[in-house]
């Protein structure tokens, strides 16, 4: 079975500053794809960033990137220049072949003013 | 533009009471999934459709119940409600399943039993 695993529960960061939250996975499978998803306080499940494994390239969003590590299984999401409404949980998923999103626990983002 | 809708908003409802919650898909995307998230919890798959067919399970209780129709929306039917059942329910829908198509989510039905 496939496995999200994001450990840090909870980060801060000042405005206007980087942010990396990280995310590993374990998986058998070789075609597959990660996610970050944002939940602010209203609950929305908002996408923030895809990635499809069998790209060599980081998939990229505006202030948001992320770092693909393949061989090491680590999907890490850098948001840069932070803003207040990047105040929110943080969610990494991953889904296979049989298409369900599989989630981590996901992580509390605080930005500070 | 358009995206998923869920109703009802809120949901109270009493132990042992029955419950439905409704999943208008994104239009074109013919895939629904169902996700539960309780209290602090990261989301738990339920169940999923595709062209009105029951594609994949998880871990979804034998007193719950879903479909989908020949419109393409869903429904997840809740029999004998348990206090435990006290979560928010998203439906999440894809323009095509089985490719690791983006899944958008509704806003979720927040369910409460007394």
């Known amino acids: 079975a496939q496995t999200v695993t994001q450990s840090q529960p909870e980060m801060s960061v000042q405005e206007a500053e980087t942010v990396t939250l990280s995310c590993t996975y374990d998986?058998?499978?070789?075609?597959?794809?990660l996610f970050w998803y944002k939940q602010p306080p209203s609950r929305q499940m908002i996408l923030v960033i895809r990635?499809?494994?069998?790209?060599?390239q980081n998939a990229t969003e505006n202030r948001f990137s992320v770092n693909f590590q393949k061989a090491a299984k680590s999907f890490s999401l850098k948001i840069s220049d932070s803003q207040l409404g990047d105040t929110a949980m943080y969610f990494c998923a991953y889904t296979g072949a049989n298409s369900k999103l599989t989630f981590g626990k996901g992580i509390t983002l605080s930005v500070r003013p | 533009a358009a995206g998923v809708i869920q109703s009802p908003r809120h949901l109270i409802k009493e132990k042992r009471e029955t419950a439905t919650l409704k999943c208008y898909p994104i239009p074109r995307h013919d895939t629904v999934y169902w996700y539960q998230q309780g209290p602090g919890q990261d989301p738990q798959f339920l169940i999923s459709f595709y062209e009105k067919m029951q594609s994949d399970k998880g871990s979804i209780p034998d007193r719950f119940s879903a479909q989908q129709f020949s419109d393409y929306h869903s429904e997840l039917n809740m029999s004998s409600l348990e206090l435990g059942d006290s979560a928010l329910y998203f439906c999440?829908?894809?323009?095509?399943w089985g490719r690791g198509d983006t899944q958008y989510f509704g806003p979720g039905t927040r369910l409460t039993v007394l």
């Open positions: 999440a829908t894809a323009e095509v």
């Open positions: 990635q499809e494994a069998y790209k060599q």
């Open positions: 998986t058998s499978e070789s075609n597959y794809y």
